[in-house]
């Protein structure tokens, strides 16, 4: 089956800090991508990032960044300097052509 | 410029009734995505269209489930007899071209059947 796991169900962290969300995903496909995606109350899923399963180079959006370890099939998420504005449910995410195949979530607190 | 619009935001619809749920995409966007999005749970893929032509389906849950897209543009998704089970968030998405664009999401229709 093709699936996606992320195995924090909820997190809570102080504004500026760093914080990580797991995901792993499993498939069979080798050229794939990968996301995460945010999920505020409003319910507009929001793209975050998006690697590309056969670019090695980890993906970097100004405070968001990856760690895309292919042969683990683990693919997390660093927020940096987190911010009172990310505070939302994130859906780690793949997909190869046109099916986007999502995990159950993380939500995320920011403290202020 | 506009994103994917969903219209109701929100229906509340008694058990047995039909239910209409529209999508307008972004304009020129060629592919077009509903997803199920049930409490607590992430989305999941309904079905997909390449302008007017649905190409896959596979992700309807039965029979009760119709979606079109007559024009290539404007998409409605159809249940028909609702359950109690329908009740969730439907997402719409579209996409300018192939695999390797973004989906656009919409702001999701909630629907709860009673």
């Known amino acids: 089956a093709q699936t996606v796991t992320q195995s924090q169900p909820e997190m809570s962290v102080q504004e500026a800090e760093t914080v990580t969300l797991s995901c792993t995903y499993d498939?069979?496909?080798?050229?794939?991508?990968l996301f995460w995606y945010k999920q505020p109350p409003s319910r507009q899923m929001i793209l975050v990032i998006r690697q590309e399963a056969y670019k090695q180079q980890n993906a970097t959006e100004n405070r968001f960044s990856v760690n895309f370890q292919k042969a683990a099939k683990s693919f997390s998420l660093k927020i940096s300097d987190s911010q009172l504005g990310d505070t939302a449910m994130y859906f780690c995410?793949?997909?190869?052509?046109?099916?986007?195949?999502f995990g159950k979530g993380t939500r995320l607190h920011i403290l202020p | 410029g506009a994103g994917v619009s969903q219209s109701p935001r929100y229906k509340v619809a008694k058990r047995g009734q039909d239910v209409a749920l529209r999508c307008d995409p972004i304009?020129?966007?060629?592919?077009l995505f509903w997803y199920q999005q049930a409490l607590g749970q992430g989305p999941e893929f309904l079905t997909y269209f390449q302008n007017e032509a649905q190409l896959d389906k596979s992700g309807l849950p039965s029979d009760r489930f119709f979606a079109e897209r007559p024009e290539g543009s404007v998409s409605t998704l159809k249940i028909q007899r609702t359950q109690q089970e329908d009740s969730a968030v439907y997402l719409c998405a579209s996409r300018i071209g192939g695999a390797n664009y973004e989906q656009y999401f919409g702001p999701g229709t909630r629907l709860t059947v009673t």
């Open positions: 304009s020129g966007h060629v592919s």
């Open positions: 498939t069979s496909e080798n050229n794939y991508y």
């Open positions: 995410a793949w997909n190869r052509d046109d099916k986007i195949i």
